[in-house]
């Protein structure tokens, strides 16, 4: 069926380092993958997505590269801060269906 | 504009009790998405709606979960004979229109607590 593997499952960076968290999916008729992040006891909020039909996708010290023949796809937090230490979930769908696949999720710690 | 809510925000019952959860989406919102969360775990999607309708329930866990939507608007997740494995935090998103490809957007979530 359906699958998103995230990795790593955790993450620990020093404040300024960048912190790189990666996903690959199966289906390959997928063609959105959105970012959120889920700070402790807060709703998984929306930081970043993109669509197959581009490679990059960049919005400040964030971006996500997409890589459709490979089926993965990765984000990249630059100039990391301690606000940034969340849970990162990645998600996957395809044109036409209702839900998101979504990654197992990476607790990204910054140490200051 | 507000964005999704959901309530109660936490909720502790006593196994084998029924509990019911609300939802309210954004406003214009005709997609609506239940997931549930369980202690440091991932997204494990339940049911979606689109419109009234719920073409898909296969997400499910048992026959003692269900869920409706009136008016296109607010649902309601409830579970029957509430069990302690289904202690977690029950999360609503909503999206424009039906499709995988819009943004959902999630509510607070409510917590579950089964003693």
């Known amino acids: 069926g359906e699958n998103v593997e995230q990795h790593p499952s955790t993450l620990s960076v020093q404040e300024g380092d960048s912190a790189v968290i990666k996903c690959t999916y199966s289906d390959s008729a997928s063609n959105y993958f959105p970012w959120y992040k889920q700070e402790l006891g807060k709703r998984p909020q929306l930081i970043i997505d993109i669509r197959s039909n581009v490679g990059e996708k960049k919005d400040q010290r964030i971006a996500v590269t997409l890589n459709k023949t490979a089926k993965h796809f990765s984000l990249h937090i630059t100039e990391t801060q301690p606000e940034d230490s969340a849970v990162y979930f990645c998600?996957?769908?395809?044109?036409?269906?209702?839900?998101?696949?979504f990654g197992t999720g990476t607790r990204l710690k910054v140490l200051a | 504009g507000a964005g999704v809510s959901q309530s109660p925000s936490n909720k502790v019952t006593e196994k084998g009790k029924d509990v019911e959860l609300r939802c309210d989406p954004i406003s214009g919102h005709t997609a609506l998405y239940w997931y549930r969360q369980s202690l440091g775990q991932g997204l494990e999607f339940l049911i979606y709606f689109q419109g009234n309708s719920a073409p898909d329930k296969s997400g499910l866990p048992s026959d003692r979960f269900s869920a409706e939507r009136t008016g296109g608007s607010v649902s309601t997740l409830t579970i029957q004979r509430t069990q302690q494995e289904d202690s977690a935090v029950y999360l609503c998103?909503?999206?424009?229109?039906?499709?995988?490809?819009?943004?959902?957007?999630f509510g607070p979530g409510t917590r579950l607590t089964v003693l």
């Open positions: 998600a996957a769908s395809r044109p036409g269906t209702y839900k998101y696949i």
């Open positions: 998103a909503s999206s424009p229109v039906f499709g995988g490809t819009d943004t959902q957007y």
